[in-house]
C-alpha cells in the first residue's frame, strides 16, 4: 500500500475502534488511535500471515502486549477479512468473541492472553527463542507495547534476555503516546530516554514519528533488515490522534469518546478497505513428537532420594522420548534438577537467569508455538510470576511449573526459601493440576504424565532425600490417590502428601504400636482431588486428619475439604501446617516447630481418637 | 582506618564468614569473602549508625539485598560490637538469631528481611523515599547487591524510580562476583555493560577494582558527595576472594568451605579487630502521629456507592487525622480512588507508575520507617507483587494493601483484570488481616481501623455502585461478621461478603416470600474469621452455603471452614464461587454466569432444603 492508502487504512482502524467502544459502551479507543498508524503499516506490507490458517507454521507471530487497545486489533481483523462488520460490533458482550482484552480461548488469531502489562515481551521472548533454536521457520515476532508498560520490570527482564539470546527476529514497537491510565507517563515523549535504555541493554533502536506514515514505513524496513539483535520501534504517537475532543488529553483512558458520530465524521467516515496480508513463506514444523521409548528412571523401595532429583532424571528421559518437551529454569538448575535435562538436551534447554516472569513468560511462548515446556524454580520463587502464570491460565497456556524446595522441611535457609504458599497459589489458578509426590518413583511417573495435560500443570518437589515407597512400575492417575494403610478397625484416617506423608506412617506405625488403627492416604493429586476415596475414608473412619508442609491457608487442608463441600454430611475435621514464622533450623526440627512431624500427628491422633471416645 | 587496617578488617570479615558457615555446615562463605572488602570500608568509614539505638532516626540504612551473604552481615554486626564471637557460631542453628537469610523479626539492626533476591532495592528507594520527602533527617541508604540479582526485573523498576526521584541519598553497591548460583552470570565481569545500563537510566555509576581497597574507598567518598542523582559503585570481585581452593571457581557457590582450617590461615588466622562506626548526627523524627480528629466521610442507607470510592475518601479523612499515613499507587489511583488522598496529602502520596513489585516495595521501606503505608491497585495486580509480600510478611513489615476491581463483578473488561484468586493469595500470607467490605461505611471503618493493625492488611474492594446498608456509626471489629438475616426458623444461613452479601440479602428476600427462611452473614473479616458465629449459626441451621466473587479455592469458602477443623461436628456445605473462565459481559450477566448471584442462591438454598426434608 501506498502512502494514501496506508493512512485511509489508519483512519479505518481509528473510525472502527471508535465504533466498537460506542457499540460496547466501555473500552479504549484512544489508546488504540495513537497505535492506528503503526498497525496498518504493519498489517499491510509488513507482516506475513494467514487469516485462514492461524496454524502456519511460517506465520509471523503479532503480540498486543498493550492488550487494552484491543478494538485496535479487531479493527485490523476485520480489515484482512477475518471478522465482518457485524461481529465488529459485538465487542465486549455477553458471548462475543471480542473480549475486552484479547484471548486465545476464543480467537484464533491471538496466540497469548494479555491485559495485564508488561507480559506481552516476556512471552514474545519465548516465542522468538522458539524460532531461533527450535522451530527454524524464519518467522518474526512483533510485540506492540504501550509506553506506560515500560515501567514494569518483567519488560526489562525481557529486554535483557532478548539481546543476550541475539533474537534479531523479534521486534517490538513502542507506542509513546505520553499518557498513561491517571495522566503523563514518567518521561512523556521524550523518546531519546527510551531509546536510551533499548541501546544500553543491547537492542537495535530507531525512533520515529509514528503518525508519519512514510516514516514508520522505512522504520519497519529497517528493522526487519536488522541482524544480530533485537530491535524497538519508539513512535511518537498522540492518544485519541485525529478527534481533537480527546487527542493528547488528559482524562480520556479507557473510555467511549463523548461523540462518537462526531469523531468518526472528524476521521473521515466509516471506511471498508481490505488488506490483503503477505502470506507467509512455506515453512515445516520440525518439532513432530518423536516416538522414542520412554525409559524413566527406576529407584528401588527403601532407597532414599530427593523428589527434585526424581524430576531432573524423569524429565531427561522424557526428552528422549519426546522431541516436543524443552526445560526452562531460574539460574538454579542445580537445585532443581533441571540440570540432568541440560546437559542431556542442551539444545531444548533454556535458561533464563534469575527473572521468573521472564521464564514464565518464555515458557508461555514456548507453549504458544505447540512445544511442551517445563519451567522449574524454588517453588517460593513462583510467586514472582503469579500474575504471569493467572495470565497463562486465561490464555489457557499449556505448561509445566516445577517448583522445588517445598516447604519448612528445607532446613537451614529459612522462610526466604521456603515454599509455604505455593500450593494456595497454583490450586487457586483456573484449571490447574498441583501435584505433590512424596518418592522418587511417583515423581517419575507424574512428571511423564503431566506432559499430556492440558493448562497450568504444577509439581511440588522436595530438597531433601525421602525414602522410596513406590514400585517404579506403580501407577499414579491425575486425580488419584493412594490408600497406604488400612483395617476394618481404622479410627480415623491421616491425610498427607510429600514429605508429611512420611511423617503420617511413622505415626500410624507408632498408633498401631499402642493399639489405635489409622487409615493414611498418600494424596499426592491435591488438585484435582480424589473425592471418592476421601469420601469413603470420611464415612468407614468417621474423622479426617489433613497434614501438610504448607500454610494452613489454600493448601492440601483445603483441598480435601472440596471433597465435602457438596451439601452432603461431612466428617469431623482437624488440620495440621505450618502456622509459626520459621527460622534457621534442621529439616527435622523444623517439623517438629511447625508441629507437621510424626510425633504431633500421632499426639493430635490420640487426641480425635480419645475426644471421639468420650462422646 | 587507613589501608593496611581496612585491609585486616576485611580479611577478618572472610574469617568470620568462613568460620560461622563451618560451625552452621551450610550457608554461603563465597558470596560474603567477595564483598568483605567493600563491607569492611563502609562500616568503618563510611557509615553513620548507632549500633546501640537501631532506631535512631539519624541512623544511615544499610540494606542486605543478596541476603544469602549473611554470613558477612554478622561478621561486621560482631566486629561493631553489636554480636560477640559465640553468638556468630551459633549461625543457622535452632533458636538463634542469625537465620540463613537475615529477618528483622530477630534482629534489631535488620530493616527488612531479604533473600528472595531482587528485593533489597526497591524496598531502599521506599526508604530513600521517606528520607527525601517525609523524614527530612538525612541519612543514606545503602544496598549491597549481588550481580546476579541484576537479572530480576524489579531491581530495573526501582533503578528508574530512584533516578526519577532524584534520589541521591541512595547508594546501591554492587558486588560482581560474576558467579551465580549454577555458573557465570550473562555479563560476568564486563562492568562497562552494567554501567551503561544504569547510565542510560539517569544513575551516576562508579566502576571499582573491590578488592583495592583505596580505590574502593575512593569510590565511597566520590558517590557521597554526588548530588541530584541516585549512584551505584560496580565493583569487580572475586568470589571466595583470598582462598585459593575457591577463589572465582564455579561449583562453589552455597556451601562452607572443604578445609575451613585451611582457608582461615590462608586468610591470616583469626583476628579480633573492633571497629567504632561513626555516629549518626543528631535528628529528630519529624512524623509524630498528629492526633487530629478522625473525621470519616458518611453515607447515608439506601445510597449507591462504589467500595473503591469509600476507600479513597476514608482514607483523605485518616490523612487529616493522621500526620503518619501514606498513600502509594501503581498508576491507577483514578480507578483505586487512591487519588482523593492525593488531592488533599499530595505530599504524602507516592505515584509509582505500573510496577507493582516496586509498589510494595516502597511500601515496605515507609513501614520500616515508621510511615502507615496504604498502596492500592488492581486486587488482580498484586499478584505480580506476591513475592514481595510473602517477603514483607517475613520481615513483619506493616503494610496495607487495597485491592480494587474485585471479582468478576467488575463486568465487560474480562478476566485479565478481575481480582480472582487474591483472597487466596492474601489469606496464606502468614499473619494477615484479610478484609472485604460491601457497602461504603464499612469500608470507611475498616480503613480507618487497618492502621492501627501488624503485619499485612489486605482491603478488597469492588469497582461498581453497592447500596449502603450500614449507618456510619456501626462498628466493624476485625475477626467480626454481621448476622443480617435471623430467626428461629432459619433452614440454613447463607455466608458471603462484598458483592455477594447483596445478591444474598435478595435472595434471602425470595425466598422468605416462598416461606424459607435463611440466615445471613456477612463475613466482611475473611481472616481472622469469626469461628463463634458461624459455629453458633451451623448449630442453629445445621448446614452453611458460602457465596463469593472468587475462585472457590482459597477464598471465602476456605475461609468459613477454618472455623469447622477443630475436630469437632462440621455442619453441610455447599459453596458456591466462580468455576468458569469468565468473558466480557455486564456486571449481571457474569455474576449469573458464574452462579453466584441473587437467583443462583435462591436455587441452591431451594436444594439444600429440599434435601435435608428428603433425608
Known amino acids: 500500500m501506498n502512502t494514501r492508502q496506508l493512512h485511509e487504512l489508519a483512519q479505518q482502524l481509528r473510525v472502527d475502534s471508535v465504533r466498537a467502544a460506542a457499540a460496547a459502551g466501555s473500552g479504549h479507543p484512544t489508546s488504540s488511535m495513537s497505535a492506528a498508524d ?28 498493550k492488550g487494552h487497545a484491543s478494538p ?4 485490523a481483523y476485520k480489515a484482512a477479512g477475518a471478522i465482518n462488520e457485524t461481529e465488529l460490533l459485538t465487542f465486549r458482550k455477553l458471548g462475543s468473541r471480542l473480549e475486552g482484552h484479547p484471548t486465545p480461548r476464543r480467537l484464533p488469531w491471538v496466540e497469548t492472553a494479555t491485559g495485564s502489562l508488561g507480559q506481552g515481551l516476556p512471552v514474545g521472548v519465548g516465542i522468538a527463542l522458539a524460532g531461533k533454536r527450535l522451530d527454524h521457520t524464519g518467522y518474526r515476532v512483533w510485540v506492540l507495547c504501550g509506553d506506560s508498560e515500560l515501567a514494569e520490570g518483567s519488560v526489562w527482564e525481557a529486554v535483557e534476555h532478548a539481546a543476550y539470546e541475539h533474537l534479531d527476529n523479534l521486534i517490538v514497537i513502542v507506542d509513546v503516546n505520553r499518557l498513561g491510565q491517571r495522566g503523563p507517563t514518567r518521561h512523556g515523549h521524550d523518546l531519546d530516554a527510551y531509546a536510551r535504555r533499548f541501546k544500553a541493554f543491547g537492542w537495535h533502536t530507531v525512533e520515529v ?3 508519519d506514515v512514510d516514516a514508520v514505513e522505512r522504520a519497519f524496513g529497517e528493522v526487519r533488515s536488522t541482524t544480530g539483535q533485537p530491535s524497538v520501534v519508539l513512535a511518537r504517537t498522540l492518544k485519541g490522534k485525529g478527534v481533537a475532543a480527546v487527542q493528547d488529553r488528559e482524562g480520556m483512558h479507557g473510555k467511549p469518546l463523548p461523540d462518537a458520530d462526531e469523531a468518526i465524521t472528524e476521521l473521515g467516515g466509516v471506511r471498508d478497505l481490505r488488506v490483503e496480508v503477505q502470506s507467509p513463506p512455506a515453512a515445516r514444523m520440525l518439532h513432530a513428537v518423536q516416538g522414542g521409548h520412554l525409559d524413566l528412571p527406576r529407584y528401588d523401595i527403601g532407597d532414599e532420594v530427593p523428589t527434585r532429583d526424581a524430576y531432573g532424571q524423569a524429565l531427561a528421559a522424557l526428552g528422549h522420548a519426546r522431541g516436543d518437551v524443552v526445560a526452562i529454569d531460574g539460574e538454579v538448575g542445580d537445585s532443581t534438577r533441571a540440570e540432568y535435562f541440560h546437559k542431556e538436551h542442551p539444545e531444548r534447554y533454556f535458561e533464563c537467569y534469575i527473572a521468573e516472569q521472564l521464564m514464565v513468560g518464555v515458557a508461555v511462548g514456548m507453549a504458544v508455538r505447540g512445544w511442551v515446556p517445563y519451567a522449574a524454580t524454588f517453588a517460593a520463587f513462583f510467586t514472582r510470576a503469579h500474575d504471569f502464570i493467572r495470565m497463562a491460565s486465561i490464555g489457557g497456556a499449556g505448561v509445566n511449573l516445577v517448583g522445588s524446595h517445598a516447604g519448612c522441611a528445607i532446613g537451614e535457609d529459612g522462610p526466604s526459601q521456603m515454599g509455604l504458599e505455593d ?6 489458578v483456573y484449571d490447574s493440576t498441583v501435584l505433590y509426590p512424596c518418592d522418587a518413583n511417583q515423581t517419575a511417573r507424574l512428571v511423564a504424565s503431566t506432559a499430556g495435560l492440558e493448562g497450568i500443570r504444577y509439581l511440588r518437589t522436595s530438597r531433601g532425600k525421602s525414602p522410596v515407597i513406590y514400585g517404579p512400575t506403580e501407577e499414579f492417575p491425575i486425580g488419584g490417590s493412594k490408600v497406604l494403610r488400612a483395617s476394618a478397625e481404622d479410627r480415623l484416617t491421616v491425610v498427607a502428601a510429600g514429605v508429611t506423608l512420611h511423617e503420617a506412617l511413622k505415626a500410624a506405625d507408632t498408633l498401631a504400636d499402642q493399639g489405635i488403627r489409622v487409615r493414611v492416604i498418600d494424596l499426592y493429586s491435591v488438585k484435582p482431588v480424589d473425592r471418592v476415596t476421601l469420601r469413603e475414608a470420611a464415612e468407614r473412619t468417621g474423622c479426617l486428619l489433613t497434614v501438610e508442609d504448607h500454610r494452613e491457608e489454600g493448601g492440601l487442608g483445603d483441598a480435601v ?17 505450618v502456622r509459626t514464622m520459621p527460622g534457621s533450623a534442621t529439616p527435622a526440627e523444623q517439623l517438629h516447630a511447625a508441629g507437621i512431624d510424626a510425633e504431633s500427628i500421632a499426639a493430635a491422633a490420640r487426641l480425635l481418637v480419645e475426644e471421639a471416645v468420650v462422646r
Open 38 to 65: 503503526l498497525m496498518a503499516i504493519l498489517l499491510a506490507n509488513h507482516l506475513r500471515y494467514d487469516f485462514d490458517r492461524p496454524a502456519h507454521p511460517g506465520n509471523d507471530r503479532f503480540v498486543l502486549s
Open 72 to 75: 485496535l486489533l479487531y479493527a
Open 209 to 211: 514519528d509514528g503518525h
Open 423 to 428: 500450593l494456595a497459589m497454583m490450586r487457586s
Open 561 to 577: 475439604l472440596d471433597a465435602f463441600t457438596d451439601g452432603r454430611p461431612v466428617p469431623r475435621l482437624l488440620r495440621l501446617a
